[in-house]
């Protein structure tokens, strides 16, 4: 199919383009900015006058179950996201290669969101024995991961990352000190002693970023650290990277927004892991996030049946759908931080992608057509009718939040058009 999209403002941070340009698409690709190649017909064009043209959004934090791939990818889809990271606890958990080549198989068959699974660390997360790394490396899995499960074991989790430096993996390590969160429900503070909750301190990430960077240090190898939550995480993260660790790390869009104070109503959709914590923590995440120290931000999709939400705030599940709302969140997030768009762009763009290591956010010509159209300065008020994603989760429940996706293309298919 050849699509134009004409008239459009096009940002593209990875190329440093922001200008007035038409995009045109053809086999799937990329096939010209600006002037249209000779004897050119178009199959179908977009009037992005007033629009913004970027490259499809990178979400690094996406998790899928089985039975709900296809409405998570059409979610993914209606929020402009083209390329998603899948943590391995799916259903079965991802931890040999059959189970990866059936879950890319059947998201190839969706032709939506381009899904890039995580391996599993240890066989079914058990934090115990290592999985087959190499096997599942082969199979297509660009990282291993313990998902929000802990590895309690030092001796393992030295071993796993020796293992990962010899063949060059990337670890995605989620840091929790397991015995330090066991039985919290909040952050460790003043919020949660007022309202009763079981608390969990902020030392349950610092010490595990430090027993993680001990143990790079000495292998090398390369390390993600995933939802990172509090200022001093922040501030160990910036010193390993001053020192040269191959180290990198991602904050969730929802830590940039709400803090614990946020929770005094007990809604169980405010439950989240990590926990919302300090406004000290926010400002640090977010000044963490503007100077490089956090790479990209992740909406840390966490979809849940409508009975795990509705029982006390402790005993919720944690997690929140938040796949289709980045866009309009980090767009938020720009407005409140004072960000440039395209340096908030390049944080669900290019940014993640360099992290992940993969081939997507840009629009060079000859890349892949992922492409994501929207309007920033039009609202959307947010629904449970509204949502696409099979979970209904979200803390942002009855809020007007700016952005809404026009058209979304993964690999020159119209993977979701708003009707007109």
């Known amino acids: 199919m050849k699509i134009a999209?004409?008239?459009?403002?096009?940002?593209?941070?990875?190329?440093?383009?922001?200008?007035?340009?038409d995009v045109f698409i053809a086999a799937g690709k990329i096939a010209a900015i600006g002037s249209a190649p000779s004897d050119w017909?178009?199959?179908?064009?977009?009037?992005?006058?007033?629009?913004?043209v970027a490259p499809g959004l990178v979400d690094l934090s996406v998790h899928v179950k089985r039975g709900t791939l296809a409405t998570e990818l059409a979610a993914a889809a209606a929020g402009g996201v083209t390329s998603i990271v899948c943590p391995p606890d799916t259903d079965p958990v991802l931890d040999e290669p059959g189970l990866v080549d059936m879950l890319r198989m059947r998201a190839n068959a969706q032709h939506g969101a381009h899904l890039y699974p995580l391996g599993a660390l240890t066989k079914a997360l058990g934090g115990e024995q290592l999985?087959?790394?190499?096997?599942?490396?082969?199979?297509?899995?660009i990282g291993f991961s313990q998902a929000d499960a802990a590895i309690a074991d030092t001796q393992v989790l030295w071993r796993a990352m020796q293992y990962a430096a010899t063949?060059?993996?990337?670890?995605?390590?989620?840091?929790?000190?397991?015995?330090?969160?066991?039985?919290?429900?909040?952050?460790?503070?003043?919020?949660?002693?007022?309202?009763?909750?079981?608390?969990?301190?902020?030392?349950?990430?610092?010490?595990?970023?430090?027993?993680?960077?001990?143990?790079?240090?000495?292998?090398?190898?390369?390390?993600?650290?995933?939802?990172?939550?509090?200022?001093r995480g922040v501030e160990m993260i910036r010193a390993a990277k001053r020192e040269g660790l191959p180290i990198t790390a991602d904050v969730s869009i929802h830590h940039l927004h709400l803090t614990d104070i946020d929770i005094g109503h007990f809604n169980p959709n405010f439950r989240l892991s990590p926990p919302l914590r300090s406004l000290r923590d926010r400002d640090g995440l977010i000044a963490g996030l503007k100077d490089g120290t956090l790479?990209?931000?992740?909406?840390?999709?966490?979809?849940?049946p409508r009975e795990a939400k509705q029982v006390p705030f402790g005993e919720a599940a944690p997690g929140a759908t938040a796949v289709e709302l980045l866009l309009s969140l980090v767009l938020r997030l720009a407005e409140s931080a004072k960000l440039d768009l395209p340096d908030a762009l390049a944080m669900i763009g290019a940014r993640a992608?360099?992290?992940?290591?993969?081939?997507?956010?840009?629009?060079?010509?000859?890349?892949?057509?992922?492409?994501?159209?929207?309007?920033?300065?039009?609202?959307?008020?947010?629904?449970?009718?509204?949502?696409k994603s099979a979970?209904?989760?979200?803390?942002?429940?009855?809020?007007?939040?700016?952005?809404?996706?026009?058209?979304?293309?993964?690999?020159?298919?119209?993977?979701?058009?708003?009707?007109?």
Request: glycine share 10%.
């Open 391 to 420: 979970g209904k989760n979200t803390p942002f429940m009855g809020y007007e939040l700016p952005g809404v996706v026009r058209a979304t293309i993964a690999a020159g298919h119209i993977a979701y058009e708003q009707a007109s």
């Open 41 to 52: 017909h178009s199959n179908k064009e977009i009037n992005a006058q007033g629009l913004i």
């Open 131 to 141: 999985a087959e790394l190499s096997k599942l490396a082969q199979a297509g899995c």
């Open 5 to 21: 999209i004409r008239n459009g403002r096009l940002i593209d941070p990875a190329n440093h383009v922001d200008q007035v340009a």
């Open 167 to 231: 063949f060059g993996f990337t670890l995605w390590l989620r840091p929790e000190d397991p015995y330090l969160s066991r039985e919290g429900a909040a952050h460790d503070g003043e919020v949660s002693s007022r309202l009763g909750l079981n608390g969990i301190p902020s030392s349950s990430e610092t010490v595990e970023i430090s027993r993680i960077i001990e143990i790079s240090r000495g292998t090398n190898v390369k390390c993600h650290l995933s939802k990172i939550s509090t200022a």
């Open 353 to 387: 992608a360099k992290t992940a290591g993969i081939a997507a956010g840009t629009l060079s010509v000859g890349v892949a057509a992922d492409v994501c159209v929207f309007d920033a300065g039009a609202y959307r008020h947010i629904t449970e009718a509204s949502l």
């Open 295 to 304: 790479d990209c931000v992740v909406s840390d999709h966490t979809p849940r």
